[in-house]
């Protein structure tokens, strides 16, 4: 779990004029799960747009399997194993959960090993199948989501904050899924302003604070360090 397979160096990005990220550097090794952790307006969310090609860099570099990737667009970067889910779900809300999966088999996979796979992860996706999934709730959009990303066999899965407004139990589940993925090989980089859950299975863990990585280390450390100054107190942890 020691070779990198993304690395942000030194990159700072942000919109028009406005610097986001000052001089972030960040590796997520094959095979584990890095959480990036912080309050909102922290700069998160942008680096995770910058991974994923949708932020360019004022300077600095990406590299993916150890090679630069600055400038390649999102597409190329999807082609070359990087999978976004974004926050908000990453669905087609007019078409039903099995067009939605049929979208996947460009690649070459088949449909019915993708239903099966997602059915498998996600029996409830299963009993939805042909609902359209803009009427599903949250969860079973985030589930529909993460079977999506998960179907082009990605290299790296980018989450970003994966529990916004879900049930805890829903959560739970998500994660327990995050993890198994991991275990597969598959390396993710998971975004999330309230840390419990993901804390629970990471294998290291960031605190992002104005655009700034403060802290890298195991999740047991920066759950300590994550007090009131950080995230609210308890609640938020």
């Known amino acids: 779990m020691t070779e990198p397979i993304l690395e942000l160096i030194d990159v700072r990005a942000g919109y028009g004029s ?4 000052h001089g972030v550097t960040l590796t997520v090794r094959r095979g584990e799960v890095l959480a990036l952790l912080g309050p909102n307006g922290g700069g998160k969310s942008t680096s995770l747009k910058v991974c994923g ?3 360019d860099l004022m ?3 990406i590299r993916l399997a150890g090679r630069s990737v600055a400038g390649v667009s999102a597409d190329k970067l999807a082609r070359l194993g990087l999978c976004t889910i974004p926050e908000g779900k990453g669905v087609f809300p007019n078409l039903t959960v099995r067009e939605n999966l049929m979208m996947c088999t460009h690649g070459g996979a088949k449909l019915g090993d993708i239903e099966a796979i997602a059915y498998e992860r996600f029996p409830r996706l299963s009993d939805r199948r042909s609902q359209l999934a803009g009427t599903m709730s949250g969860g079973e959009q985030q ?5 999506r990303a998960l179907a082009t066999d990605p290299a790296v899965l980018l989450l970003d904050e994966l529990s916004m407004g879900l049930a805890p139990l829903i959560v739970g589940r998500l994660y327990e899924i995050v993890a198994q993925v991991a275990q597969s090989g598959v390396s993710v980089l998971v975004v999330e302003q309230f840390a419990r859950t993901v804390l629970g299975i990471a294998d290291r863990a960031a605190i992002m604070l104005s655009g700034r990585i403060t802290r890298v ?5 920066i759950a300590d360090e994550l007090s009131s100054a950080y995230l609210g107190g308890k609640g938020h942890q």
């Open 18 to 21: 406005i610097e986001v990220l």
């Open 53 to 55: 090609g949708l932020v």
């Open 59 to 61: 300077s600095g570099d």
């Open 217 to 221: 280390g195991p999740p047991g450390e």
């Open 143 to 147: 589930m529909l989501a993460m079977s």
